[in-house]
């Protein structure tokens, strides 16, 4: 059975289906937010690569080579979005800088890019990562203070009074090796038997979003292209309890 089937089988046809036409929804609305945006996003892109090239030594060639899971409408609005909103910066050769959030105690400063043989490949899972913390802020009314970027095992940790009160997770893409069902399936699984096999990751944030739990319920939000899944995260027993929480589009923080 693979990580769609489990997940459809623990949670349910209903939450399922929901999840379809949320896709459909979060697509179809992405021109409306930020018209073109696979094509303006992928011009900045390239834009940038040329000065990542600049100061970079080792990079031959400000080519930007495509990614296989290439650019989505979803994913390019969020980003784009973020940028207009100035939630993030972004310099001359691809760094960004976040704003309003707070960084990692080892830096604020993150690379779009890295080398690729001669040329430049995009980071791509970090266009999703900060665009959906830019969304809390953006959609959900969370103050950036309360943003923790790249916190623990988790992209971000939203804490009120020093509380976790959302784990967030972003994942480039819902399927495939590292997509948002493999990591929620891994969690579902372990919440009900805790020795089940698991990658070493997904292990680490089950371990990670329970320790939080212990201090009281959270909630923990995947993230990906076409995907905004939320989840009630319990302690229950010793062992960690996801309840669907919202319906799409709905605030992902409150009751």
Do not use: C
């Not at 995907?227 to 409150?254: H, I, M, Y």
């Amino acid at each position: 059975m693979g990580a769609g089937e489990q997940v459809r089988a623990a949670l349910g046809d209903a939450w399922w289906d929901g999840t379809v036409g949320q896709s459909e929804e979060l697509a179809g609305t992405a021109d409306a937010r930020s018209p073109r945006a696979v094509q303006r996003l992928d011009a900045l892109l390239r834009a940038w690569a040329v000065g990542f090239a600049a100061v970079r030594p080792d990079v031959l060639s400000p080519r930007l080579i495509a990614s296989r899971r290439g650019l989505r409408a979803d994913e390019a609005a969020g980003f784009l979005a973020a940028l207009d909103a100035r939630v993030l910066h972004v310099d001359s050769a691809g760094f960004v800088v976040p704003q309003v959030f707070r960084p990692k105690p080892s830096g604020g400063r993150y690379a779009l890019f890295s080398r690729n043989g001669p040329g430049v490949a995009a980071n791509l899972e970090y266009l999703i990562q900060m665009a959906a913390a830019a969304e809390l802020v953006m959609r959900h009314s969370v103050a950036g203070t309360d943003i923790r970027f790249e916190h623990g095992e988790f992209d971000a940790v939203v804490e009120r009074d020093g509380v976790p009160v959302l784990a967030m997770e972003a994942k480039a893409r819902v399927t495939g090796p590292d997509g948002l069902l493999e990591l929620l399936g891994s969690l579902l699984r372990l919440g009900e038997a805790p020795k089940a096999k698991a990658a070493g990751n997904h292990r680490r944030k089950y371990a990670a979003l329970l320790d939080m739990a212990v201090s009281g319920p959270l909630v923990l939000w995947l993230v990906a292209d076409g995907a905004r899944w939320a989840f009630d995260a319990e302690s229950v027993a010793g062992a960690l309890r996801l309840t669907p929480r919202t319906a799409p589009g709905k605030p992902v923080t409150g009751n």
